[in-house]
């Protein structure tokens, strides 16, 4: 406790600390004291000085002040949090926690004694653990940052690099002086392939950044919108890349109010998601249905169930899985999808098993005109 009493200096004037403070002689005898003193005894302070400091205390807490506490103190120079009871003029017991420490030599030592109400101290030592947590959460959170920078470089650096360097292998092919007799019909689309993920990547890694800005996923006010049409383009367009048929049914007889860019991005990545980690050669299935009210939209494919300790982070940036190959790139698809439902007010959940497949669910309001 010499900590508390040495904190006492750190108020502009012991008079004004929310502490006891008292000041007593070789004899016991009070040389000085502050004004929360004053308060909790409800006395004068001219009755105050110079009494025995003992008279203060209940009877109980008198038999430990001369039986223990002073020889201690005397012993030992200092002591820490020992909880006694003062006694007001009117009778009240004010509970405190007293620590003290003696310096001097006798017969002339002094004695400066900080009393803590019991209740300050309980309030004390919350704020002494709230200000520990909120350090550690500070610390946590920088290491956290720190953690998602180097992922952030090594990703990146890896998943651009990938697409460019397949479209920089096509083009040295076509341009060679012999192109005229090189079969370009298997190198377009693989080209194009590589652009469309360049340009998945960027457009997650906008969002993504956007989000850590705080500034969230933003929509487009939702207006009332044929999703049907809307999410037949995706698959139109993910089926010139994808090398897995892509089935499709849709029961969407309404428009629906939602911002139609962000839910065909949102599907196009569920879709792109799915055919990266699908079994070869057999079909994603697409879903979309209006069902009590809200918008069911699932993706499934076939292939090794996610193991559960992976779905619980599934939807974290970054998040790439050691099960996984490097074709996933940077595991931002389904956290920008996830913020996308978020969006909406809705939520995606995600199920999978060796029998059924993985399916990944987006469940959202359906609000019509």
Request: with cysteine; hydrophobic share 40%; glycine share 8%.
């Amino acid at each position: 406790m010499a900590s508390i009493i040495d904190s006492s200096a750190g108020y502009s004037s012991i008079e004004d600390a929310p502490c006891g403070y008292l000041v007593v002689d070789d004899a016991g005898a009070i040389l000085s004291f502050n004004n929360s003193i004053l308060e909790w005894l409800g006395m004068d302070r001219a009755d105050i000085l110079g009494s025995p400091a003992i008279a203060y205390f209940n009877l109980s807490s008198q038999v430990i002040l001369e039986t223990s506490f002073m020889p201690l103190l005397r012993l030992k120079g200092s002591i820490n949090g020992v909880s006694v009871d003062l006694k007001a003029c009117d009778g009240t017991i004010v509970p405190v926690v007293m620590s003290a420490k003696m310096s001097g030599e006798q017969p002339n030592t002094v004695t400066r004694m900080v009393l803590l109400k019991a209740n300050r101290r309980r309030e004390f030592e919350r704020e002494l653990i709230t200000a520990r947590a909120e350090a550690e959460s500070q610390l946590s959170m920088k290491e956290r940052e720190g953690k998602l920078r180097e992922q952030f470089i090594a990703v990146v650096g890896h998943d651009l690099r990938n697409p460019i360097a397949a479209v920089s292998a096509g083009l040295r092919i076509l341009s060679r002086k012999d192109a005229l007799t090189v079969n370009a019909d298997p190198l377009i689309p693989e080209m194009q392939r590589a652009l469309n993920r360049a340009s998945q990547i960027i457009t997650n890694l906008m969002d993504f950044a956007r989000g850590r800005l705080g500034r969230g996923i933003e929509i487009e006010a939702p207006h009332a919108v044929d999703l049907g049409a809307v999410f037949t383009d995706v698959v139109a367009e993910i089926r010139q890349i994808a090398e897995q048929p892509i089935d499709i049914a849709f029961d969407l007889p309404r428009p629906i109010r939602a911002d139609p860019q962000r839910l065909g991005q949102l599907l196009s990545n569920l879709l792109g998601n799915a055919i990266t980690h699908g079994a070869p050669g057999k079909p994603v299935s697409l879903y979309a249905a209006v069902e009590c009210d809200s918008l069911r939209l699932s993706v499934t494919n076939q292939g090794p169930p996610i193991p559960n300790e992976v779905q619980a982070s599934l939807f974290k940036p970054f998040e790439r899985g050691e099960h996984r190959d490097s074709k996933q790139g940077l595991g931002l698809g389904l956290y920008i999808a996830y913020e996308i439902a978020r969006a909406h007010d809705g939520h995606i959940k995600v199920e999978s098993s060796l029998a059924k497949g993985t399916t990944l669910t987006l469940t959202m309001p359906a609000r019509f005109e």
